[in-house]
């Protein structure tokens, strides 16, 4: 059907001839400026190839051996999880992808959803992660409002997530409810997701014995050995 907002599809409307191309994704990225490069060179091939006729090499039967699309990619696979239902304990894994979300000030943020949930061999991820060992653990509000966002560092936030705490209760909401520190700061104090259930917002620890070893927050992978290297993109709810 026709999108009026579609850049392709107003082309159209003005009687010009248009060439959908589906890039995909390619890990590292996001904004997709490798995969313009590669969209170009392969435009440019495809017009040196008409004007040399060498297309004509070409069995146009191949193209229906190109397999079909599956939704086997994520944007974070993590593998072998052990996790506790009803007392008893099961090895999972997890697909997470990251979803960009347009605010009311027109600018994206990021959220994470647990995407599939199961014995996973056959899917990947951008990202992945063998998580043999590991547990999945609940995260935890930290008790104590902050006034301010002012009032986290990056330092203390790693530290705080280092205990077990996943979100702040945030009591000053600023106009801008951008920011890119690694945790969840929230107007009343709740904690979304916090489960491997399928559809659930991708918030959890993965741990060892009862210590949280990586974060998972809004989708984000953390190693909580190390400085957080990523840019993120988190919304204030």
Do not use: C
């Not at 193209?63 to 939704?71: A, F, G, L, Q, V």
């Not at 593998?79 to 994206?108: G, H, L, M, W």
């Not at 899917?123 to 009032?151: C, H, R, W």
């Amino acid at each position: 059907t026709h999108e009026r907002r579609g850049f392709g599809d107003n082309f159209q409307k003005w009687g010009a001839s248009t060439v959908l191309i589906e890039s995909g994704g390619y890990k590292g990225d996001p904004e997709k400026q490798y995969i313009r490069k590669l969209n170009f060179m392969i435009i440019l091939n495809a017009l040196i190839e008409i004007a040399q006729e060498s297309y004509e090499q070409y069995n146009q039967a191949d193209y229906e051996n190109i397999p079909e699309n599956s939704s086997k990619l994520s944007d974070l696979l993590i593998k072998n999880i052990k996790a506790e239902r009803d007392s008893i304990f099961y090895q999972v894994d997890i697909a997470i992808k990251r979803d960009e979300v347009t605010a009311p000030d027109s600018i994206f943020y990021t959220r994470g959803r647990i995407d599939d949930v199961g014995d996973l061999k056959d899917s990947y991820g951008y990202q992945e992660l063998d998580a043999k060992g590991l547990t999945f653990m609940k995260g935890k509000v930290y008790p104590t409002p902050i006034n301010y966002i002012e009032e986290l560092t990056p330092r203390k936030t790693l530290d705080l997530l280092r205990q077990g705490y996943l979100a702040i209760k945030l009591r000053n909401v600023a106009e801008n409810k951008h920011y890119n520190l690694p945790i969840l700061l929230s107007s009343t104090g709740a904690l979304y997701g916090n489960s491997p259930t399928l559809g659930s917002q991708a918030n959890f620890f993965l741990a060892k014995e009862d210590k949280p070893i990586y974060a998972i927050i809004n989708g984000y992978l953390i190693d909580l050995s190390k400085e957080p290297e990523e840019e993120f993109k988190n919304y204030i709810q």
